[in-house]
């Protein structure tokens, strides 16, 4: 859906539905850290995408997640699974 296409369904009070998280989808489907899974995985970008879209969303967003200390020790196991998951060094 193009920009138009959104901001008309804005303009009339419709709700537009976003994707969900891509990042964490990457983490889960590949067991590798985002950058690492879009650089050698791209194609697993590609589906979550179409599935979100096949799901009903209008918008598609980048590929961010958070990257702070607190955050890979929420996410992951531990240091130890980090550092087989995580970016090389």
């Given amino acids: 859906m193009g920009y138009e296409a959104v901001a008309g369904k804005l303009e009339q009070g ?3 539905i976003m994707d969900g998280a891509v990042g964490s ?3 889960r489907r590949t067991k590798q850290w985002i950058r690492n899974g879009i650089e050698s995985t791209p194609q697993v970008i590609g589906a ?9 969303a209008d918008v598609i967003t980048a590929n961010t997640f958070q990257i702070a200390r607190h955050t890979f020790l929420n996410f992951f196991h531990g240091l130890d699974q980090m550092r087989v998951i995580g970016y090389p060094g």
């Fill in 14 to 16: 419709k709700v537009v």
């Fill in 25 to 27: 989808e990457v983490v």
């Fill in 48 to 56: 979550i995408h179409r599935e979100y879209l096949a799901a009903g």
